[in-house]
């Protein structure tokens, strides 16, 4: 008998209090109507759009998150710097210089099986940290020992840079999610080799928006090109991202299906 395909959950950056509410809504339903083995969640917006406290990565946790991805805002809250030198279940990108708290990578059950899971960040129109291609190859090197299932979340702002990331990484991966520009893309499909891409997850955050910013506040640094405190946005919020089923012997993606859920305001 075909063993039973492992299910991922990988959902697109948590954006402030409505993203929140969105993912306690929606997550519990999601774990079991899909049967998820395993759930991943971008999480650097999580406060107030900017960053993410212990407390609330404790709360994700809670809710079902079996492991949490970051970016670029990893460090806009101070106080998580104690708190991701412990929790190895909240990664940075990998490709931060070395030293840089916390770490990349990490290797969990997801049922019967383990499953890697690392994060990269891009570097174009971004900060010029380390190579992450030469990251991937180095963390891959180590994780394959561990096992062939491999879940890649690269933080980036460049379309060409994630599209980039999937074709090196086909073959080697299991997928290749894109996360940080907040906007989910059409693109879903399984490249060559059998690693499941889509260049972004989208936001799970408020609707009616500018990337989860409050619409006024964005046009306004738009038109004047001065700095203003961004807000996140109320009412109406979405849950966003992409379900992935792999084959957990060779580490194959099998298929991709994104996911939308609304919810009233
Ligand atoms: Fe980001």
Request: hydrophobic share 45%.
């Amino acid at each position: 008998m075909a063993v039973k395909a492992l299910t991922v959950l990988c959902i697109g950056d948590i954006f402030g209090e409505p993203g929140r509410r969105a993912l306690v809504t929606f997550l519990p339903h999601l774990r079991s109507e899909l049967q998820l083995d395993l759930v991943v969640a971008n999480v650097e917006n999580a406060a107030a759009g900017f960053g993410v406290t212990p407390q609330l990565a404790r709360g994700f946790l809670d809710a079902g998150v079996d492991v949490m991805t970051s970016g670029n805002h990893i460090w806009d809250r101070k106080e998580i710097l104690g708190y991701i030198v412990k929790e190895n279940l909240l990664l940075r990108p990998a490709n931060y210089p070395s030293g840089t708290p916390g770490v990349g990578s990490v290797v969990v059950k997801a049922g019967a099986h383990q499953v890697g899971v690392l994060n990269l960040q891009g570097r174009t129109f971004m900060a010029s940290i380390d190579c992450p291609f030469a990251k991937a190859d180095e963390e891959l090197a180590r994780l394959r020992t561990e096992t062939s299932v491999i879940v890649v979340d690269m933080h980036a702002e460049a379309t060409s840079e994630k599209q980039a990331m999937g074709w090196y990484l086909d073959g080697r991966v299991s997928v290749v999610v894109g996360t940080h520009s907040h906007v989910q893309t059409a693109d879903e499909r399984i490249l060559p080799q059998g690693t499941a891409y889509l260049t972004d997850l989208g936001l799970t955050g408020p609707i009616d928006s500018v990337i989860g910013v409050e619409p006024e506040l964005a046009i306004q640094r738009f038109r004047t090109g001065m700095p203003n405190r961004f807000e996140p946005a109320k009412g109406r919020a979405r849950f966003q991202g992409a379900v992935i089923r792999i084959d957990p012997e060779s580490g194959r993606a099998l298929a991709i299906e994104r996911i939308q859920r609304d919810l009233p305001a």
